[in-house]
């Protein structure tokens, strides 16, 4: 009987974790770039006491973890809005080093700076911020990332490449920090710039919504549990107490 508290316990504290993690996910739904966070468990064995017991099976307290699934992609034309088509990244310039995102609105600033709308500059390949004409007129931006202005090439917008294997670390609501260096795109047939397109947040709202109603269903039967489980070891208390 005892055993089933740490059981339920751990159960509760798992769900927990995922239900803050799908409410999160289900506000950003509209919010441009933006990844939703997963969370991994594993399971956790305790041997027997070598005098009958049985091991006791129960959940870890969760990994989360980034989705580096694709958005769905919205047409806008707006020049200075793009979408990275295939596996890749903007970078720019956050308060602590690069920063990468699948954001692709941007601005120009009174200085000719491209940047995000939160005000970070945009980088090339290089890691340089891109500069352009506040005045010269729209831009033309290839798949490349190649940036035409009247008929002059300014530069180009960088895409960067992030290893699989790489921890995600989130940075406001759509930037990601890699703990492994992410390097410059170079193959443009497997990646490249989609200027007048937005990409909008991986979360997808009637799955999750689905993982939420089951999970809220899951809390609710793990304390059911524990509220047994109580009133049968107060049960037995009161009965071995009564008898002496």
Not at 200 to 217: A, D, F, K
């Amino acid at each position: 009987m005892e055993a089933s508290f740490p059981v339920a316990l751990s159960a509760q504290l798992a769900i927990e974790k995922r239900l803050d993690t799908l409410a999160h996910n289900l506000a950003n739904i509209r919010t441009a770039g933006f990844r939703a966070e997963e969370v991994k468990f594993d399971e956790m064995l305790k041997k027997g006491d070598g005098f009958g017991a049985d091991p006791i099976s129960m959940a870890s307290e969760g990994t989360s973890f980034l989705s580096t699934k694709n958005g769905e992609l919205t047409q806008t034309s707006n020049p200075l809005d793009m979408a990275v088509a295939g596996d890749a990244w903007f970078g720019f310039q956050g308060p602590n080093g690069t920063v990468y995102t699948r954001d692709g609105r941007m601005r120009i600033n009174e200085a000719g700076t491209v940047e995000t709308l939160t005000g970070y500059p945009l980088l090339d390949a290089g890691g340089a911020q891109i500069q352009v004409d506040p005045n010269g007129g729209p831009l033309n931006i290839a798949r490349d990332g190649m940036i035409t202005q009247a008929g002059q090439q300014l530069g180009a917008v960088g895409l960067f490449t992030i290893p699989p294997t790489a921890k995600l670390t989130r940075f406001d609501t759509s930037g990601v920090v890699p703990d492994q260096a992410a390097q410059p795109a170079l193959d443009f047939s497997q990646a490249g710039v989609m200027q007048g397109f937005v990409e909008g947040s991986n979360v997808n709202p009637v799955l999750e919504m689905t993982r939420l109603i089951s999970l809220q269903r899951a809390f609710e039967s793990a304390a059911n549990l524990v509220q047994s489980n109580e009133r049968s070891l107060g049960d037995a208390i009161q009965t071995l107490g009564g008898s002496k």
